[in-house]
Nanobody, 127 residues
Framework: QVQLVESGGGLVQAGGSLRVSCVFS????????MGWFRQRPGKERDFVSA????????SYADSVKGRFTISRDNAKNTVYLQMNSLKPEDTALYYC????????????????????WGQGTQVTVSS
């Protein structure tokens, strides 16, 4: 069974940076597309970024383009989200998700297409 464990969240001032990580276990990491989503209190879970199995395709939500960078290290079974120029509106619980069904170069921004989710890591940006 796939397990995902996020880490690296915390409290940071506006304009600062954080890198959150997600360690994948239980299956072959390189056969899964990966995504990051976030959920703010009282809101739905929103797409942040996704990376294809082969890292050849990457997508971002408009709200984070130019500030966030997703990457994966298949040797370490880990996906990362580097977050720069953080804003108070980035405050949320950040989840990573894994999708076995994507073609090697495909990504998805739809939560329902991801079959596995981590427990989340809290990111709080103070103004």
């Amino acid at each position: 069974q796939v397990q995902l464990v996020e880490s690296g969240g915390g409290l940071v001032q506006a304009g600062g940076s954080l890198r959150v990580s997600c360690v994948f276990s239980g299956r072959t990491f390189s056969t899964y597309a990966m995504g990051w989503f976030r959920q703010r209190p009282g809101k739905e879970r929103d797409f942040v970024s996704a990376i294809s199995r082969n890292a050849g395709t990457i997508s971002y939500a408009d709200s984070v383009k130019g500030r966030f960078t997703i990457s994966r290290d298949n040797a370490k079974n880990t996906v990362y989200l580097q977050m720069n120029s953080l804003k108070p509106e980035d405050t949320a619980l950040y989840y990573c998700a894994a999708d076995r069904s994507r073609a090697p170069s495909a990504t998805s921004s739809t939560p329902a297409e991801y079959g596995y989710w981590g427990q989340g890591t809290q990111v709080t940006v103070s103004s």
